[in-house]
């Protein structure tokens, strides 16, 4: 989107907050086996969405308009999105967002009272293990907001697997539906998270929830 309205510019300094499109067919997938259209939104895309599902829909590449967008996001059941521009839609209308991909914390929607994220994983350079969420704020919260910053500091990212997306899809449904069975150990991972972004002077908005599949994936991190 930037490249083309703004071709004069090089954006490469946030390619950290990219994702690949095909990630998301499983979640796509399962939404629509749970009674859903899932649509593809965007006003310009670097990636088809490849699918013969019928209730998978890539609007973006074939039928967009700038109006229908607006539509979509007031009518959606939740949004989901990374921190892109158009995140900003569900957030007019107070839907329930679904923010996946995030690689910063500066700031993440929270308005429905009913809003999760999903983050990605960060590495040192080189390393299979992915370093905890103490450390991440510690050395990410007030400086990392360019891919050179990550980079030249020994880090990279990692965006989510289609099974990280696929668990956290399922998560949004069944705690809107009133069906997430959440567990004591869920509690207390989301109470250790949470103590972890306040104790490194990060504002904790109350009604949001970090994904409590993505915790039980990564026991680690916290």
């Not at 390619?15 to 796509?28: F, K, P, Q, V």
């Not at 069944?174 to 069975?181: A, D, S, T």
């Not at 991972?189 to 009604?207: A, C, M, R, T």
């Amino acid at each position: 989107y930037l490249n083309k309205w703004i071709p004069e510019m090089d954006f490469q300094y946030h390619n950290y907050r990219d994702s690949h499109i095909e990630n998301y067919l499983e979640a796509a997938e399962e939404l629509t086996k749970r009674g859903y259209s899932a649509i593809h939104e965007g006003s310009v895309v670097n990636e088809r969405l490849i699918t013969d599902n019928p209730n998978i829909v890539d609007y973006a590449s074939n039928y967009h308009s700038d109006l229908m967008d607006l539509f979509l996001a007031e009518n959606c059941k939740f949004f989901i999105a990374s921190t892109c521009g158009i995140n900003s839609f569900p957030l007019i209308f107070r839907k329930p967002t679904l923010t996946v991909n995030l690689a910063h914390f500066i700031s993440i929607p929270n308005f429905s009272g009913h809003d999760m994220f999903l983050p990605k994983k960060i590495a040192k350079l080189g390393e299979e293990n992915f370093i905890s969420f103490g450390e991440i704020f510690r050395s990410t919260k007030d400086l990392f907001v360019t891919a050179e910053h990550f980079q030249s500091n020994g880090y990279e990212v990692h965006e989510n697997t289609p099974e990280e997306l696929l668990e956290a899809v399922v998560e949004m449904d069944e705690r809107l539906k009133g069906q997430w069975i959440e567990t004591e150990e869920d509690k207390q991972s989301q109470e250790k998270f949470w103590d972890i972004v306040e104790e490194n002077g990060i504002y904790h908005p109350p009604l949001l929830r970090i994904c409590s599949s993505f915790l039980r994936r990564y026991p680690t991190l916290i």
